[in-house]
């Protein structure tokens, strides 16, 4: 077992005043279940129900009271009752409407009790008259590793030096190959820890072939009928080659399906959390408006089944440059893939676009920071190259902008085209998950250094 960062998460929420039962949100195969058993060993009693397992959901079948169910869930898995610092783990809670009925008796008469539930496609395959109880339950999302994730599983001993802000120009060379590895191989559990283990990047070929062939089995649990099914894995496997760019409903894939028909299979997947759409917008600040009306991109779970899917994996090896592969894309999925779990749940990623009669201009990726909305763009270019992020600088209300790219940390101060002075964040690929972090010492040294200019030091 590696080290999540969800399991702080999770100590945080155990530790809560007027804790709610917990549901954990995620795609299957990044590690939900072996989090909650790792968490587990922090209580003097754990209880572990698979609602996949026959023996398991007729325990509600019953239709018990919740004080006659807690004793059946005793009872049934040999546990003496107590109700203190006892975990109760719900896995594949959607194959029970009345255990999800029954979450809300937990929090109301059982609060005591440290309950969560995890599953998959919990809005599409419980009953539609059964619902989740409103203000009784809480979510957790969880996602494949990140990089900080990857370099504790590597070696623990390096997060320190990782940690530091800024980071010491001498770790750079180390950090950038991790990456390289890590951009290469992609954040599913199974894969990170086969490659520490073995270093063998030809295995890892299986376990993506087996974790995709479970994914297109899974597929079938989406799906209301057989052309359904089809029209599903037709999206599912052509998504894989669209990853990172705009995405275009009518045909699809080069496909004749309408695309009324592809867009509610990739609502689908979306909800299944396979994938995620990333929506434009077009505002300057805060708050995100999203444009539904405008193309979106597209985002995958995770960069490394996208490399493996579309065959990009020798194309990676063989370039010293991320960039360079793919016109860009695979940067650009794995930048993504990085910012998604640190985006606000209600809002999610961004990117931002103008699209005007020969003034197009689009940003890779737009991110709350505290008031401001931060452009960020993935590039190779100088500063000067930059010309859809000058537009939306000579834009916006102040002057902070992120370029993401294969060098070393620094802060350029700039100008744009029309002549608007602006601070440039140039960050590693490597430094991703701490972009905020960065923010917050790009703006804090900003700052000092206008208190300085205006009060100078006297001897």
């Known amino acids: 077992m590696y080290f999540r960062k969800i399991q702080n998460k999770l100590s945080e929420w155990a530790v809560k005043d007027n804790r709610k039962p917990l549901i954990l949100r995620g795609a299957r195969q990044v590690g939900k279940t072996t989090v909650v058993r790792e968490f587990s060993k922090k209580f003097n009693q754990y209880i572990e129900l698979n609602l996949d397992k026959p023996e398991d959901k007729q325990i509600f079948v019953y239709n018990l009271k919740i004080r006659e169910l807690i004793e059946a869930i005793f009872f049934y898995k040999n546990q003496k009752i107590d109700y203190t610092k006892t975990l109760i783990f719900i896995d594949e809670i959607q194959n029970s409407p009345e255990a999800v009925r029954q979450l809300r008796y ?21 009953d539609r008259t059964i619902s989740f109880p409103v203000g009784r339950v809480e979510y957790m999302y969880m996602f494949p590793f990140t990089f900080d994730e990857f370099v504790t599983a590597y070696n623990a001993d390096l997060i320190d030096v990782y940690n530091t802000v800024p980071i010491p120009e001498y770790a750079n060379k180390k950090f950038e190959s991790l990456f390289s590895k890590f951009a290469l191989i992609g954040g599913m559990p199974e894969i990170v820890a086969n490659y520490l283990k073995t270093g063998d990047l030809i295995a890892l070929n299986d376990i993506n072939h087996s974790l995709l062939t479970a994914y297109k089995d899974d597929i079938e649990k989406y799906s209301q009928n057989t052309n ?58 805060i708050p995100i408006e999203k444009n539904l009306r405008k193309s979106p991109k597209l985002l995958l779970l995770d960069t490394g089944l996208v490399n493996y899917a579309a065959g990009l994996q020798k194309e990676i090896f063989s370039n010293e440059e991320i960039i360079d592969v793919n016109d860009g894309f695979v940067a650009e999925h794995i930048v993504a893939q990085e910012l998604n779990p640190l985006m606000p749940l209600n809002s999610g990623l961004n990117f931002w676009v103008r699209e005007k009669k020969q003034s197009n201009a689009e940003i890779d990726f737009v991110i709350p920071y505290k008031n401001l909305l931060i452009p960020i763009e993935v590039k190779t270019g100088k500063s000067g190259r930059l010309r859809s992020l000058h537009q939306f600088i000579d834009n916006c209300p102040h002057n902070f902008a992120v370029r993401i790219y294969s060098g070393k940390f620094e802060i350029q101060k700039t100008q744009t085209i029309e002549g608007k002075m602006f601070n440039l964040m140039n960050l590693p690929f490597f430094l991703i998950p701490k972009i905020y972090e960065y923010l917050d010492f790009m703006i804090e040294n900003k700052k000092q250094q206008t208190c300085e200019r205006r009060s100078p030091h006297r001897k």
Request: net charge positive.
């Open 228 to 285: 359904q099914t089809k029209l599903i894995r037709f999206v599912f496997e052509k998504s894989f080659f669209e990853a990172g760019k705009r995405l275009k409903y009518t045909g699809f894939g080069n496909s004749n399906y309408k695309s009324d028909q592809i867009r509610e299979v990739f609502e689908i997947l979306e909800k299944a959390l396979i994938l995620k759409v990333i929506y434009p917008t077009v505002n300057f600040k």
């Open 106 to 126: 937990f929090y109301e008469e059982y609060p005591q009790l440290y309950i969560i539930a995890a599953g998959s496609l919990l809005e599409s395959l419980i």
